[in-house]
């Protein structure tokens, strides 16, 4: 049975009375995880693996409540099989720890005081009492009560979880042990709320060791998030609330739609990494709904209670993030990264994601985003004021499970487990379910820039042909749903690229080159030439050639004026190689070019990079 808030109305098994009849595994000491949302319950999770393996301790669950943004995580526990009881009984129950990664909820009535733990990188946002994290009043005392004199314990601005309105009640300290991940953390704590220190225990952050252990296996989460040779991966981080990146323009897409309208489609992947709070604070639904053109345009948005966002990180080449403590975690991986929003007033002062907000540089909307990204690259790794930044996530870099384990342990009253204790690998993910491909090629904006160099060929009856060797080609392709009129500096000399059936009629009404896919339900065979086609390119008297598809991804391709041409790619083709790249280069040698009558071998890359795979594409002339 479910009671209020969707937990269980009946005693959980292991704190019946007449337990020792019923459960299969008499553990000794009973461990209380304090939940508060979804997103204290993945920090809460990373916590408790200090236990994997000791029958000795069975741990319990229970959430306070007092979140307004718990949506979805009676769900997350459940689905997870994490044993649950009602706020009601954790209250009135002896544990023999109880352990709390948010400051949320009615703490202090407890029997059994919590030990404190951060569910980010540390300590750094500021949030004011009573903003929808704890009961009305619960904390915050009446005037003077519990003070030493005027002012004490009001001792803001301050970050969460390091003042007096998060740690005291009525004159009273809250937790048995704060967790702190950096020795700083102490000194601001012992600032804030200096009753506080005694029970601080420095013991690093178990994120940050488990992503620097899994650094090695980053080709094997490059694979399983589908990115290929050659491309690199930007992450896109948003947390929640006003002055997130999804909240950075009207429609809560500036940032994620820069970063994919300018950056080639080919070269680059994009994937958004949403704060739970904000994914299931508006509904699962509703943000798939609001990035659905973007998810159309290639965006991966996993869903952020996994820990697909770990592997996306360890994966990525480039970020860009705000306030969020995955925007710390980032900089601590050594990843360049560049500032899509910063809501400074949101962070606390003297914190290390101050000092971010004012090291990193800001997106800027008056310059390309990819040269502001090969600016972060080349500038960052190395440099004196992010090396430092990096070192303000822990100072006890690879202990964390080691610090935490023995301090459990301790609490507990239990000797440690023989094995050593040490962070868990992350998960290779799962792939995730991608949104159903449109059966539309999605409309592009494309860049062909080549260089052209013609041979003299003997002929086999004697006779000296010209034959266009064709040079090189890179081809790069911007979505064009993305686009924004007056902020289309990186479309300099580019032509529109649209399927002929594309039911947005501004894309195959505008499109330079019509794409006819091979296989629709049209005589599309028996096209020889433009005449042949009249009947069906009647209706787009802009378009300047028709590519009609071939079997192999190469195209026939028909200009309006002009000779025909067949695009051919030749040997190993790279996985880019498609009907839609070889009608670009059709086009740039046909139409926009002075490409001759000569037929043409072409060799054609979608990068610039030393990793990039060269496709050969032969251009023959009718």
């Known amino acids: 049975m ?18 020792g009849r019923w459960v299969s595994v008499a553990a000794e000491r009973t461990v209380l995880g304090i939940v508060h949302n979804i997103t204290s319950a993945t920090r809460l999770l990373d916590l408790l693996t200090v236990f994997e393996g000791d029958k000795r301790v069975q741990t319990v669950f229970s959430c306070t409540e007092s979140s307004a943004l718990d949506g979805g995580t009676f769900e997350f526990l459940t689905a997870r ?23 949320g909820g009615d703490l202090h009535n407890l ?62 300290l809250i937790p048995s042990a704060i967790v702190l991940s950096h020795d700083e953390q102490r000194e601001r704590l012992a600032v804030s709320c200096p009753e506080a ?53 009207r429609d809560g897409t500036d940032a994620l739609r820069r970063v994919l309208a300018e950056l080639p489609a080919d070269e680059y992947r994009v994937l958004a990494a949403v704060h739970p709070n904000a994914w299931y604070g508006h509904g699962a639904w509703q943000v798939q709904n609001w990035l659905a053109p973007l998810m159309d345009c290639g965006l991966l948005l996993p869903v952020p209670d996994t820990e697909t966002w770990k592997a996306a990180l360890l994966a990525a080449d480039g970020l860009v993030g705000d306030h969020g403590s995955l925007t710390m975690y980032g900089v601590s991986l050594g990843i360049p990264t560049l500032l899509g929003s910063f809501a400074a007033s949101k962070v606390a002062p003297d914190s290390p994601m101050a000092r971010l907000g004012e090291v990193l540089p800001r997106m800027s909307s008056h310059r390309p985003l990819a040269a502001q990204l090969h ?9 004196t004021e992010v090396e430092r930044l990096r070192a303000t996530v822990t100072s006890r870099p690879g202990e964390a499970a080691a610090l935490l384990r023995k301090l459990f342990y301790e609490r507990l009253a239990l000797p440690e487990p023989a094995a050593t204790a040490g962070p868990r690998l992350v998960p290779v993910p799962v792939p995730a379910q991608v949104r159903p491909l449109s059966p539309v090629t999605p409309a592009m904006y494309v860049s062909v820039r080549s260089v052209r160099s013609v041979r003299s060929v003997r002929a086999a009856d004697g006779t000296d042909r010209a034959y ?12 064009a749903a993305t686009q924004r009129r007056g902020q289309e500096r990186h479309l300099a000399e580019a032509h529109l690229v649209a399927d002929i059936d594309d039911p947005d009629s501004r894309w195959s009404r505008s ?35 028709l590519a009609v598809e071939e079997p192999d991804d190469g195209v026939l391709a028909l200009p309006r004026k002009g000779v025909r041409r067949r695009a051919r790619w030749v040997g190993r083709r790279p996985w880019w190689a498609s009907a839609a790249i070889a009608a670009s280069v059709a086009y740039d040698r046909t139409v926009s070019g002075p490409g001759g009558d000569e037929p043409a071998r072409v060799q054609v890359s979608v990068s610039d990079g030393p990793e990039a795979e060269p496709g050969l594409l032969d251009i023959a002339v009718f």
Request: glycine letters at 14%.
């Open 81 to 103: 099989g994490m044993l649950c009881i009602p706020w009601g009984q954790a209250k009135e129950e002896k544990f023999d720890i109880a352990v709390a990664t948010s400051r």
């Open 468 to 479: 266009g060797a064709g040079g090189a080609a890179t081809v790069r392709r911007y979505h």
């Open 375 to 383: 600016e972060a690259m080349a500038a960052q790794p190395g440099d």
């Open 511 to 545: 499109a330079d080159v019509l794409l006819m896919p091979y296989g629709r339900s049209r005589p599309a065979g028996d096209l020889r030439s433009w005449e042949d086609a009249a009947e069906v390119t009647a209706r787009f008297p802009g378009c300047a050639l």
């Open 197 to 249: 220190v005694p029970v601080s225990v420095v013991a690093g952050d178990p994120c940050y060791d488990q992503l620097w252990a899994s650094r090695p296996f980053r080709d094997d989460y490059r694979r399983a998030l589908g990115i290929r040779p050659g491309q690199k991966l930007i992450v896109v981080s948003s947390t929640w609330g006003g002055g997130s990146i999804l909240a950075s323009d």
């Open 111 to 172: 029997r059994t005081a919590p030990i404190n733990a951060p569910h980010g990188a540390g300590y750094n946002k500021r949030l004011e009492p009573g903003a929808g994290s704890r009961e009305p009043g619960a904390g915050s005392r009446e005037p003077g009560a519990g003070s030493r004199e005027p002012g004490a314990g009001s001792r803001e601005p301050g970050a969460f979880g390091l003042t007096p309105e998060w740690l005291m009640h009525d004159g009273r």
């Open 2 to 19: 479910q009671g209020e808030g969707g937990q269980r109305s009946a005693p959980a098994l292991p704190l019946a009375k007449d337990s």
